[in-house]
């Protein structure tokens, strides 16, 4: 009988190449799935990268930053653009006393507040960094902050004049002291930088306002307007102190953008948001002196570590080498303080007005230590820091000019005056509160007596501003005490 059909061996080689034949097949398959997955993502990642994106920090609208990416400004309309695909949607920005926020808007139904545009609506509602609002005065450039939401392809670099650095725009640079300067500009700015991970040194500050802008609608003389043009263009705590970057405003950037003959500025990378005060985020409630009396409340969520951060990145820009504080002898500087607030001179000034006597004191009862008076708001800040570092024992009345003491050498000691108040349970809120996370120096709170508290009146207003005296027993226990817990930490 005749054998047919296919031998065993030649059908295990059919199978074997065709087995081989398939492996091609899905290899070259794969190949391309991979190499059009590959094309699809890069035509993706360049439809998309002009659009508009950002992430936030912070919990609520009144202190949340926000740093953008491809956020638009148009010169003609002064608003702000934010441009999204066609078919993007939106992710909750936060969650506003527990409900989700999905964008900036202000509510549909205007409420009557005092501030930045509470009665318009618009897609950002963010602060603009420096004060917070609350003053009456014209400040036109708070129109820009909203912004509209579009669908769509984006205007590109074509029509717009580019701002390629990672920039945050400020509200206004406030000369009138230099403990306000540090608190609602340099401090918020350097922490806000330090969240989103930036490099404050190579950050381009740009204000809304020039100094001329912001300063033209109040009282304020020609002196303080020259201050403030020093302060951004000279070797001030801005600039260079604080950006390598020389310091812009809005206004130039527009005129500049006409200049090109272009319709809108394109920042690349941008930080909006954050109010004056805004690092401290949810300290700023408007009943705060009873929020920070009450130690239950205290809502503090510590900065300590940041506040050594802008000590040593002070330090390292003025080439100022840090000592430990030393208390064989102790160097003891008492703030003399100067000016009363915006010039009234019904109010106190807020200063020690027996500061002589305690300079004699301090001198007369702790041997070998070394003690001045110094008044530093006329001395340079190169200067104002040399001392501080050098300083072991920092007295000073309470307020934006006992900020200077963040720039102490590690171990040194604050001995802050408290607040004159009638109701002395709130006296030490501002010692307590804002500065109880920092580690490496000490505070010291020296707690006034009516007594010791010049203004007689129970106006609140008048009262917080009232000069003080010090009793000798009082101050020199303090001191002591200091250099005794110094030697017991042996820093």
Not at 106 to 126: Q, T, Y
Not at 209 to 218: D, G, Q, R, V
Not at 370 to 393: E, G, M, R
Request: charged share 20%; proline share 4%.
């Amino acid at each position: 009988m005749k054998k047919t059909g296919v031998p065993l061996v030649n059908l295990f080689g059919i199978i074997f190449v065709g087995l081989v034949f398939l492996q091609n097949i899905q290899n070259f398959l794969m190949r391309e799935h991979r190499y059009e997955s590959k094309f699809a993502s890069q035509l993706g990642f360049l439809r998309l990268k002009n659009f508009s994106s950002h992430k936030c920090f912070g919990s609520r609208k009144e202190t949340r930053s926000c740093i953008f990416k491809n956020l638009y400004f148009d010169i003609t309309t002064k608003k702000f653009e934010y441009y999204v695909a066609p078919d993007a949607f939106e992710v909750p920005v936060s969650f506003d006393h527990g409900i989700s926020q999905y964008s900036f808007s202000i509510p549909s139904k205007p409420v009557k507040r005092r501030g930045k545009g509470f009665n318009r609506e618009g897609f950002l509602f963010l602060h603009a960094g420096g004060r917070r609002g609350k003053s009456q005065r014209n400040r036109f450039w708070y129109d820009p902050w909203q912004a509209t939401l579009l669908h769509g392809p984006s205007p590109g670099e074509n029509s717009s004049l580019v701002i390629p650095d990672t920039a945050i725009l400020w509200e206004s640079v406030s000369p009138n002291s230099f403990g306000h300067l540090l608190v609602d500009n340099i401090i918020p700015i350097f922490i806000i930088s330090r969240f989103f991970g930036l490099a404050v040194e190579e950050m381009q500050i740009i204000l809304m306002a020039s100094c001329e802008e912001h300063l033209s609608s109040t009282n304020s003389s020609k002196i303080a307007v020259a201050w403030c043009n020093k302060l951004i263009n000279s070797s001030g705590l801005v600039s260079p102190g604080l950006t390598n970057k020389s310091v812009n405003n809005l206004s130039k950037l527009i005129q500049e953008t006409q200049t090109n003959k272009k319709r809108k500025i394109l920042f690349r990378k941008v930080v909006l948001g954050g109010g004056g005060l805004g690092m401290w985020l949810h300290l700023q409630e408007s009943d705060y002196h009873e929020k920070y009396a009450d130690p239950g409340k205290r809502d503090s969520r510590g900065y300590g570590f940041f506040f050594r951060e802008i000590q040593q990145h002070f330090y390292k820009q003025y080439s100022i080498r840090e000592n430990l504080a030393s208390f064989a002898t102790p160097n003891v500087v008492v703030l003399d303080k100067h000016g009363s607030r915006g010039g009234n001179e019904k109010l106190g000034e807020r200063k020690i007005a027996n500061i002589d006597s305690v300079v004699q004191w301090i001198k007369t009862e702790i041997p070998g230590a070394h003690v001045s008076k110094i008044n530093f708001q006329p001395l340079s800040w190169s200067s104002q820091l040399d001392i501080l570092s050098k300083t072991t024992i920092f007295i000073t009345p309470r307020g934006s000019v006992s900020f200077r003491m963040l720039f102490l050498p590690k171990g040194a000691y604050a001995i802050v005056v408290s607040k004159p108040t009638s109701d002395l349970s709130e006296s030490n809120w501002e010692s307590d509160c804002w500065f109880r996370y920092q580690t490496y120096f000490g505070i010291l709170n020296y707690q006034l007596s009516k007594s010791e508290i010049a203004t007689k009146t129970e106006d609140p207003k008048i009262l917080e501003d009232s000069d003080i005296y010090l009793t000798r027993t009082k101050i020199i226990s303090l001191i002591r005490q200091a250099i005794t817990l110094q030697m017991q930490e042996g820093v």
